[in-house]
Structures are given as C-alpha cells and as structure tokens.
C-alpha cells in the first residue's frame, strides 16, 4: 500500500491509501475453498489514525487473470485496533458486487488476533464469517504470519 498524501482532519490524522493485492489460488474449490481463479485487485482508500486505532474505509476490485471469470467491486471497512504488549485486533467487513453472478452480494467479515514479535514479524489467527446465500463460504479458521517491509 502506497500513501501519497496524508493530513490532519480534526482530531484523526489520515493517509490517502493507494494499493494492490495479489491473491493466488491454490486450486481447492472442489472443496469449497477459494474461487479456482488467481486474481489482482487494486484498491483506494483512507486511512484514519487516532491513538492506537486505524479506521480504513476503502473501495476494491477484483479481476481474474487466470481461471474462472471474477468481476467484484468491494466496499471494505476495515478497523484494527493496537493493545498492550505488541498484540493486535482487526475487523474487515466486505460488501461486494459480483458483476458475473447477476449482482449479487456475497458479504463477508473477517476477525483477526495478532502478535508481533519483532517490528517486522508477527503472527494472527483470525475467523472468517460469510452472511446471506451469496455468501462464499459460512465460516473458516485460519493461522498466518505479518511482515512488515
């Protein structure tokens, strides 16, 4: 993520948010895990800080480039929230619009608990949560690692 411009806005200082993610697919959905596509999504947001807390409120495509069609735009809200002893907390709600699937609204939320253990390393676990007959999935657990560069 690039932040080209940042600011103060009252009492939350704020970084404009340019970036893209890379999401490569490991080929499980006959299991019904991921979408069978590798994918890039670009993405535009604002990053508000005050204190300890991030509230990003960001916009977010996503494109296939090898797979099955992927065509989403995802209204995103993201809130991470720092606790004593190097631990971390974040919430990501995603609405989508799925422009294949007849416009549908496949909304997700994800909860995450982190550590860092170095000001490059850390490690989370989170929870993933899917709401309506759209949704992606129901329910998943995951573990993962965070570097920061």
């Not at 919430?91 to 253990?117: R, S, Y």
């Amino acid at each position: 993520i690039y932040f080209p411009k940042q600011g103060e806005w009252g009492a939350w200082k704020y970084k404009l948010a340019l970036g893209v993610e890379w999401i490569v697919d490991f080929g499980n959905e006959d299991k019904g895990i991921g979408s069978g596509s590798d994918q890039i999504a670009p993405l535009v947001g604002v990053a508000f800080v005050r204190g300890g807390t991030v509230l990003v409120p960001l916009v977010q495509h996503f494109v296939e480039y090898d797979g099955p069609d992927v065509n989403q735009t995802a209204f995103r809200l993201i809130t991470i929230q720092s606790f004593p002893n190097k631990f971390w907390g974040k919430l990501d709600a995603k609405v989508p619009i799925d422009w294949e699937n007849d416009n549908a609204i496949p909304a997700t939320a994800e909860a995450q608990l982190g550590k860092m253990f170095a000001p490059w390393f850390g490690t989370y676990v989170d929870g993933l949560f899917g709401f309506g007959g759209d949704s992606p999935y129901d329910w998943g657990v995951g573990i993962g690692t965070r570097f920061n560069y």
